[in-house]
């Protein structure tokens, strides 16, 4: 049976993760995520996922470093990070921005 659900998320409700993030919509194959004013700070610590994820900023600015690569994010950008990928991060003015990651983050421990 083929699953035709239709599922609405209020973010107002859904959970939070430990490292700041807010759970929204999650089917089989992908999720998503809003990351809402995260504070500036230091670079975090390069890590590497077993998933992809894309995003989009919203508002603020921040720095990906990517594989020796390093790519201003600001207002109206998307990103990809590429499954397995070596990645870090600088946040340089406080950040919303909304991610899709597949297969979803939160699942199997693949967010830790």
């Known amino acids: ?7 609405k998320v209020s973010s107002d409700y859904s959970p939070k993760g430990d490292m700041g993030q807010t759970y929204l919509v ?17 670079s975090k610590e390069a890590t590497q996922r077993e998933y992809e994820t894309v995003g989009y ?3 603020g600015r921040a720095e990906l470093q990517l ?14 990070v590429p499954k397995g990928s070596s990645h870090s991060y600088t946040i340089l003015e406080p950040l919303t ?16």
Not at 31 to 42: C, F, N, Q, V, Y
Request: charged share 30%.
């Open 1 to 7: 049976m083929v699953d035709k659900s239709v599922k």
């Open 26 to 42: 999650s089917g089989k194959s992908v999720s998503m995520r809003l990351w809402k004013d995260e504070p500036a700070g230091e």
């Open 57 to 59: 900023v919203i508002k």
């Open 67 to 80: 594989e020796g690569q390093t790519i201003l994010l600001e207002p109206g950008d998307s990103w990809v």
């Open 97 to 112: 921005a909304v991610e899709a990651t597949a297969p979803p983050a939160q699942v199997h421990g693949r967010d830790e």
